[in-house]
């Protein structure tokens, strides 16, 4: 307490002092900034820091995986082209390849199985707004249970066997929606990349143990196609909009994903045994006040990735905590290791091996220069808890208000 009131009474000083003109008639405002940004700065590190016997993921889970060097493909030579909406309950079988062309939708109770082993293509030659895309509506659900010795494999019509981490786009990916709670403007919001007309791309709602299924030993490649580049819309390799702690997540596999690996738009769906590989943006995206937790996860990036994690907080009113367990987070071909930690992001990190790299924490003031709900202040408020983590701590801001002149 005695350190936080000498940095706020080293602040005052600086506002009351500092000057940027000849008659001291304003603050010199690039001062003040530092001097603010170094208040939270102290009290973060007073509070967390870099600790190397974090032993991370446990990696043996992962031998199935096509970036641990896993080799199983599918024997299946005849494709079924799917379009539309899947209105009653289906089977996509192993013996099958399965095409999926633009956007096909599970409807509101429809069970779509999908057997261990089954190969699931995305219609490369679709792109933009028309990107192919498997998507789980509300209500809706995804029994697609593979195994280590049968995965299931979602890619792209162009994944003739070639494609390397750099092929990316190559289609969109799989959008799961429920019924869970989120933090957002509204109860229920439309999620990104599908057209408002399109209603079955709504998600949330007040069911915090929605199931929209089960979804074991898979793994998406290849996907994130743009589908409005202007926006900036594309697809994530896996798409967690509002659901449900009912929904069993384990054993899945990202790779060369253009966008976000996997992103948890709130909700409460736990998921274990997560590999995100070397994917065009994060590799894990956390929003809305997501409530579960992920246990176990490797993350590789490279040199087209952006953050290893990036973790922001609530958008609407209803605050929830997310946990994150037992993490690796590696570098391929050199790359940095970065991980995000932003817009009011409330929970737990345990056991995080980044091998080093680095967790930025955001800060944000007011008009006086106050620090304000951020993942910054978080942590000094205790909110926001880091516990054995192989990492460097930095603080950081994008907002500190500018002085009238």
């Known amino acids: 307490m005695r350190k936080l ?7 005052t000083m600086v506002l009351t002092f500092t000057s940027c003109d000849d008659d001291d008639d304003t603050v010199d405002d690039k001062a003040v900034q530092q001097a603010a940004l170094d208040v939270v700065t102290a009290a973060v590190d007073g509070i967390v820091s870099t600790d190397a016997s974090a032993t991370g993921a446990d990696e043996t889970v992962f031998d199935w995986t096509l970036t641990k060097g896993g080799t ?25 390849i399965w095409v999926v062309t633009k956007r096909v939708t599970v409807l509101d109770g429809v069970t779509l199985e999908i057997e261990a082993g089954t190969r699931v293509e995305g219609d490369a030659s679709y792109s933009g707004a028309e990107a192919s895309v498997l998507m789980i509506a509300r209500g809706g659900k995804i029994l697609a249970e593979g195994t280590a010795s049968e995965p299931i494999i979602m890619t792209s019509t162009a ?23 989120i933090s957002a403007e509204a109860a229920e919001v439309q999620i990104e990349g599908v057209d408002a007309a399109d209603v079955n791309g709504l998600y949330g709602g007040s069911s915090a143990s929605d199931n929209s299924g089960t979804i074991t030993y898979v793994s998406i490649r290849h996907g994130g196609a743009v589908i409005d580049a202007a926006a900036g819309d594309e697809i994530n390799g896996l798409t967690l909009g509002g659901v449900g702690s009912g929904t ?28 995100v590989a070397q994917v065009g943006d994060d590799a894990i ?34 605050i929830e905590k997310f946990t994150l367990t037992n993490g690796t987070i590696a570098a391929v071909g050199g790359a ?16 995080l091996n980044a091998n080093g ?28 808890v880091f516990s054995t983590v192989n990492a460097a701590f930095e603080v950081y801001t994008d907002d500190l208000p500018a002085l009238e002149e």
């Open 5 to 11: 009131l000498s940095l706020a009474f080293a602040l």
């Open 72 to 96: 199983y493909a599918s024997t299946a030579t005849e494709k079924v082209v799917v379009e539309g909406t899947i209105s009653a309950n289906t089977t996509w079988t192993k013996d099958k």
């Open 159 to 181: 994944d003739d066997g070639t494609l390397t981490a750099a092929d990316k786009g190559k289609w969109g990916g799989l959008v799961v929606l429920g019924k869970a709670p």
């Open 248 to 275: 069993i997540i384990e054993n899945v596999e990202i790779y060369a994903n253009s966008d976000d690996g996997v992103e948890f738009f709130g909700g409460s769906v736990n998921a274990t045994n997560v590999l």
């Open 285 to 318: 995206d956390i929003d809305q006040s997501y409530s579960g937790t992920v246990t176990n996860f490797l993350v590789h990036v490279d040199g087209d990735s952006d953050e290893g994690l990036e973790v922001d907080g609530r958008e609407g009113d209803a």
């Open 336 to 351: 940095t290791i970065t991980c995000d930690f932003k817009s009011k992001a409330q929970g737990t990190v345990t056991n």
């Open 357 to 384: 790299g680095k967790i930025k924490l955001d800060a944000s003031f007011d008009d006086a220069f106050e620090s304000t709900e951020n993942a910054a202040k978080n942590v000094v408020d205790g909110s926001l």
